[in-house]
């Protein structure tokens, strides 16, 4: 999440198409910021499991001048070079947005831009009971004498960071990207540098000792005097940590590839029935040897075979971080296919009339749906998924009003010129900002906050009602596909970026839209991120999308897996948790992770955000986890029974350890107070879980 929150639903619908995906990029190098389709994206031939994919095949041009033009964005790209789109939520936000400058965290490295230079530096993980810590602590400070900074490209990975004299003038570009180790500065113009430290030495290259981190320098022959750094135009220096007991191979590996700077990352991916492949591959200007990091969610489970790798480790917040050799990053997670219904086919004829009771009450007493993207959306998916519930349960007819309600409500907030109209349930798009605004916003929806999750809910509440109704479908079609490349466009244009929330390393999104926090830029609800990729899916089969149903079935799994590793289930036997007190961590920054929320202290808070809504898709919770680690979690987050907030998501996810505690949540179930029913959920759906899930 981001500075600011709100609450989720549930999902439905049916969907089961797995193949290949594809490739993803924008070449930072093209200054004017638009890629041009898949040119420069060159597949190998020899990629390990899945296949190289098809990318979506958009017209953005036509879909955002599609609906109401307006400046309803509220954000200030300050230091932007002319013609790049303004990249949002992204790790390296905080560059681009505010008055001053934040730090930013390219695992395994921290960075930030000073008046004159930048710094840069090794996050030392600092934890205690409800915090790990891994600020930006500047190690080297590098004076190039410049006056202005401004970022002059950009991918979903990668970001190079333009040096300005006074006179506006180039002074060289500084490249950094995620799990790259290096920073590096090509000089645009003959410059001279304050190198960050005094660094000496004959080994592979210079080195220096900074606050117990070995730190090395390599440049040019005869470029370096001490702490000084000469460089002419077109020469490059790089700057990086050696890792801890870094051995002989490893300072040799990162001196080879330290001087041949990551300007871009390209991203391609691939999926079968059992794994999604990412592949990034870290594109130098000179063809390089190359290295990069594995975090943990690279490592976990299966994974394909890699060469170069076990060259040392870096300490970082998110756990121990692997040193290899290469430009290509291959990693799997375990696929995810959207879906959107529940198997209800082995329910018992008590539990079926128990849900069916309960349907016919939560439909009656569905209210007004809320008028803001956020709860409006949310409050549209809980109808939608009472409607797929009752008719999967034969009971059309006690859904059949809530389903003309929920498709006259889809085709108002889908209305193309609805905001000429109204000031609510509608959508612009903001050509300043690149981006695609809901009218009302909410939580900062305007700042370009949280997209992802509430899109995610318009298109899964599309999704699940579209599926049987290409009538409605092919009415709301325009406006839904816009939302979709709002948050996942697979190929940046002139109107909307690549992948504008998604991390394709981190391997997770991004809720902040200009990231304005020293800790970098954050997530709070994952279970909403993976809801959100589900409903692109939902929406992708409703409307035949095949390539985009991919491409979402790659999201969801990356997240998914992701979800798990850092925020649901993480490694608490890697050192960076000793000292640790809780089960999950809830609100995960790039510097720093917490078990807290921005809306609550409950300890059900901490868990419920990372639940909700608990979605048909929501048993990748379960995927390789420990019974023992669910159960525990919910004992944590309602130790006195489940009369808590979110209490109901908190007995979905204790269903997922197995059919007893299923059988003892459905009895929870049955008196559990309305006030711990999510209003993105009901109780009709909890029940309709449970018996799902063995109760």
Aim: hydrophobic letters at 45%; aromatic letters at 8%.
């Amino acid at each position: 999440m981001t500075a600011g929150r709100r609450t989720p639903v549930l999902v439905a619908a049916v969907l089961a198409v797995v193949l290949v995906v594809v490739l993803v990029v924008v070449r930072p190098w093209d200054r004017g910021g638009a890629a041009d389709g898949a040119a420069g994206q060159a597949s190998r031939g020899d990629v390990p499991g899945p296949v190289d994919a098809t990318v979506p095949q958009v017209d953005t041009a036509a879909l955002t001048a599609g609906v109401t033009q307006a400046d309803d964005a509220d954000v200030d790209p300050v230091r932007l070079a002319d013609g790049l789109v303004p990249p949002s939520n992204r790790w390296y936000s905080g560059l681009v947005f505010g008055d001053e400058p934040q730090p930013v965290y390219p695992l395994p490295l921290s960075f930030g831009l000073t008046a004159s230079g930048f710094t840069v530096g090794l996050p030392d993980p600092v934890t205690n009971d409800a915090v790990i810590a891994g600020p930006h602590v500047p190690a080297l400070t590098v004076d190039a004498g410049a006056s202005a900074a401004q970022v002059v490209s950009a991918d979903p990975v990668a970001v190079g960071v333009g040096l300005l004299d006074a006179a506006g003038a180039a002074l060289g570009t500084v490249h950094l990207a995620g799990g790259s180790p290096f920073v590096s500065f090509t000089a645009d113009a003959d410059v001279e540098l304050a190198a960050g430290a005094a660094f000496t030495g004959d080994g592979p290259a210079p080195t220096a000792e900074v606050a117990g981190t070995t730190w090395a320098l390599v440049a040019p022959d005869g470029a370096l005097d001490g702490d000084r750094l000469t460089l002419a135009a077109g020469q490059t220096a790089a700057w990086y940590a050696l890792p801890d007991d870094a051995s002989a191979d490893a300072a040799q590996a990162l001196a080879d590839a330290a001087g041949d700077p990551v300007v871009a990352v390209d991203v391609v991916y691939g999926v079968d029935d059992d794994v999604a492949r990412t592949s990034l591959t870290y594109r130098t200007a000179g063809d390089g040897p190359g290295a990069h990091v594995l975090m943990p969610h690279h490592t976990a489970g299966t994974q394909p075979e890699r060469d170069g790798c076990g060259l040392g480790t870096y300490r970082s917040v998110y756990g121990t971080l692997e040193l290899c050799a290469g430009t290509t990053l291959d990693a799997y997670a375990p696929t995810l296919t959207p879906t959107g219904t529940l198997d209800l086919a082995g329910t018992d004829d008590a539990r079926r009339d128990a849900v069916l009771e309960q349907l016919e009450a939560d439909v009656a007493g569905t209210e007004a749906f809320a008028s803001d993207t956020y709860f409006g959306a949310k409050h549209l998916y809980r109808a939608a998924t009472l409607v797929v519930l009752g008719e999967e349960l034969g009971a059309d007819d006690v859904v059949a009003d809530l389903r003309a309600r929920v498709a006259d409500a889809l085709r108002e907030w889908a209305q193309p010129d609805g905001c000429d109209e109204r000031d609510a349930r509608c959508f612009v798009y903001d050509a300043q900002a690149r981006s695609v605004i809901g009218r009302t916003v909410a939580f900062g929806s305007e700042q370009l906050n949280d997209h992802h999750f509430h899109y995610g809910y318009l298109l899964s509440a599309a999704g699940l009602i579209g599926a049987d109704d290409p009538d409605l479908v092919e009415d709301v079609r325009p406006v839904m596909d816009l939302l979709v490349q709002d948050v996942a466009a697979a190929v940046a244009t002139d109107e909307l970026p690549q992948l504008r929330t998604f991390d394709p390393y981190a391997g997770h999104a991004w809720a902040s839209g200009t990231s304005p926090f020293a800790d970098g830029n954050n997530q709070e609800s994952s279970s909403e991120a993976v809801t959100a990729w589900n409903g692109v899916g939902l929406w992708a089969a409703a409307s035949g999308q095949d390539d985009l149903l991919v491409q979402a079935t790659w999201l969801a799994s990356t997240e998914a897996a992701s979800s798990r590793a850092y925020w649901t289930a993480p490694d608490l036997s890697d050192p960076v948790y000793d000292g640790f007190g809780h089960q999950v961590l809830s609100l995960n920054w790039g510097g720093k992770r917490d078990w807290a929320t921005w809306f609550s202290p409950e300890p059900s808070a901490m868990l419920g955000i990372l639940l909700i809504p608990m979605a048909p898709v929501a048993d990748y919770l379960a995927v390789d986890v420990d019974p023992a680690v669910i159960t525990a979690a919910a004992d944590e987050a309602a130790p006195d029974g489940p009369d808590v907030m979110f209490g109901d998501y908190v007995l979905m996810y204790r269903a997922l350890a197995g059919p007893e505690e299923a059988a003892a949540a459905w009895d929870d179930a049955l008196t559990l107070p309305d006030t711990s029913v999510d209003d993105g959920s009901s109780r009709a759906y909890l029940l309709g879980w449970l018996a799902a899930h063995g109760a």
